[in-house]
């Protein structure tokens, strides 16, 4: 007879967990500053800096900033000027 053990394959949630209302989106990207914020994860940058071609070939007199939070979650300080700097936010992490 043989015995199977199942398990779960979902990792355990590393740091803080919020959840939040969606903002409104914008109609249009163009001519507004899009802030890019990555956690440092592998591959995130990679996600971030694709969109961010795709955005630029996309929109006009759109502005793109990166920001790197080196840690997931990111810094408050890092969150918090990256959310002051820029109308949109796209934050990634990735492994």
Not at 2 to 7: C, G, I, K
Not at 40 to 47: K, L, P
Not at 62 to 80: D, L, M
Not at 84 to 89: G, L, P, R
């Amino acid at each position: 007879m043989y015995t199977l053990e199942v398990q779960n394959p979902v990792a355990e949630q590393r740091g803080v967990v919020n959840s939040f209302a969606s903002s409104p989106r914008p109609a249009t990207l163009d001519g507004l500053t899009v802030g890019l914020l990555w956690s440092g994860t592998h591959g995130g940058d990679v996600a971030l800096n694709t969109a961010a071609d795709l955005i630029k070939q996309r929109f006009k007199n759109v502005t793109v900033n990166f920001y790197n939070g080196n840690n997931y979650p990111a810094p408050e300080h890092i969150r918090q000027k990256c959310a002051e700097e820029s109308d949109v936010v796209i934050g990634a992490t990735a492994d």
